[in-house]
């Protein structure tokens, strides 16, 4: 068997008995592959080879990797806005109670301001010519409701006083009739003093009743009072006239006889008469304008 031929090694020299091929060539094939690598790298990757890798091309087998497609460039991410820093309540606080202070001392200046300008209105010199008693007056809600009447008041305490000045008045007549037919005149005798404490009673309690807002309040005190003294007197010189009748020759036929007592009864009964008119004619306007009992003079 003989032995295999003879093969040069790769990429050694040239065997033993051939000629080197000229310099000339060597730099003509490598100007070549010069110019063939630049075209190749302008115009992209070589399509991938299944042959045997040769001195410069790739390996066998190897297919390289596409190429990725170009991405786009990161887009900057907006800046959030820094977080709001929160106010202390202590300056919350503060906050409130200046805005508050601020608004009063506007509603005072407005509100007294507002009264300067409308004292020429003709509501404003309706209001300033009325009389103190019935000048409005701020209510709670706000509004202007008319102030108290002070008269009004006295009035009805007046008016409470009067009606019980009448309460002895049919016992005094009752009293005095039975007087002058000789009849009962004990009992007549004690009901005409009851009555006469009854009247001094009256006098008392009009003294402690405040009447000074009344129209002509001095004269219709001065007439109650008048007409009660009178009445009181009246009453009790009836009641002595009475015991007397009841003495010896006291009555006439039955009819009692008449005395220095009966007869300043009589006066008293007519002073207690005029003054009791007076006093019904000073009361009844009075009575009418607060919604008030009238009184006839017989009735005080």
Known sequence: MSPPPYQPPFGGGPAQGERPPPSEFDGL??????????????????PASAGPRGAAGAAPGHIPPPRAPHAAPPQPVPASPPP?????????????????AVAGLAAGALLSGGGDEKKDTPQNAAVSSATPGDAPVEG?????????DPAAAQAKALDA???????????????????????????SASDLRDAAKQRDGLVTR?????????????ELSA???????????????????????????????????????????DRASGD?????????????????????????????
């Open 161 to 187: 006083l009067l009606k019980d000045s009448n309460n002895s008045r049919d016992a005094v007549i009752k009293a005095v009739d039975s007087t002058r037919s000789c009849k009962d005149l004990d009992k």
């Open 223 to 265: 007439q109650l009072t008048k007409a009660w003294k009178s009445s009181a007197s009246a009453d009790s010189h009836y009641a002595a006239w009475a015991d007397q009748v009841g003495g010896k020759h006291g009555c006439i036929k039955g009819h009692a006889r008449p005395s220095g007592e009966s007869t300043a009864g």
């Open 206 to 218: 009009l003294e402690k009743t405040v009447i000074d807002k009344l129209p002509n309040s001095a």
């Open 29 to 46: 094939f490598r100007a070549s592959a010069a110019s063939a690598a630049a075209s190749a790298s302008a115009s992209g990757p070589a």
């Open 140 to 148: 709670d809600d706000g509004k202007k409701e008319p102030s108290a």
């Open 84 to 100: 709001r820093r929160k106010l202390p309540t202590a300056a919350i606080v503060g906050i409130v109670v200046a805005g508050c």
């Open 272 to 300: 207690a008469t005029a003054a009791k008119k007076q006093a019904a004619e000073l009361w009844n306007p009075i009575a009418k304008k607060y919604g008030l009992s009238q009184h006839g003079w017989t009735q005080l």
